[in-house]
């Protein structure tokens, strides 16, 4: 075990470069939009895996409706849209700031050991994903991109309870 560690922590040191080419990567397609076909398949292979229960579907109906509110939160005050955008700024942050204590302190503490340049890389990386989705938050500014997003989180709401209505027939009542 301790061989492959090392054999893994020495492929992520000769191979740093490839790592932060592929987060500014990932960030460009987020900027791009690229990610929103992906997203929406990922939404729809969370909904298509809870119909296997009626108890994921309700889970799932309890899921997006608590999104759905969260967005309708953006479309009645552009306070909520700035409050969560300056708390995903705030956590990119925190995410910098705990990579670079961590690299300051591997520097200087520990300087022949990945370990903790590893874990400051990682910290990074979530800062980096955190931002991505502070852009898409942030990509909310207008008040019609906010109530085509509210339309189709109703529309999936809808579909999914009609899944589980037919379900529901299909069952029939439970008798105790």
Request: hydrophobic residues 50%; positive net charge.
């Amino acid at each position: 075990m301790p061989h492959a560690w090392s054999v893994f922590v020495d492929f992520v040191i000769r191979n740093w470069q490839g790592f932060l080419v592929a987060i500014v990567c990932a960030e460009l397609a987020e900027i791009l939009r690229i990610r929103s076909r992906t997203l929406a398949a990922i939404r729809h292979l969370k909904n298509k895996l809870s119909e296997r229960s009626v108890a994921r579907l309700q889970k799932r109906i309890a899921q997006q409706e608590n999104y759905r509110d969260s967005v309708k939160a953006y479309a009645s005050s552009d306070k909520a849209l700035y409050l969560d955008t300056l708390r995903l700024v705030l956590a990119v942050l925190m995410f910098m700031c705990a990579g670079a204590v961590v690299t300051i302190f591997s520097v200087l503490f520990l300087p022949n050991d990945p370990g903790p340049l590893l874990t400051a890389t990682f910290l990074f990386s979530v800062g980096a994903v955190v931002a991505g989705y502070g852009l898409r938050i942030a990509g909310l500014h207008t008040r019609s991109q906010v109530c085509e997003l509210v339309a189709n989180l109703d529309r999936e709401i809808e579909e999914l309870k009609a899944k589980l209505d037919s379900r529901m027939r299909r069952k029939g009542p439970i008798v105790a």
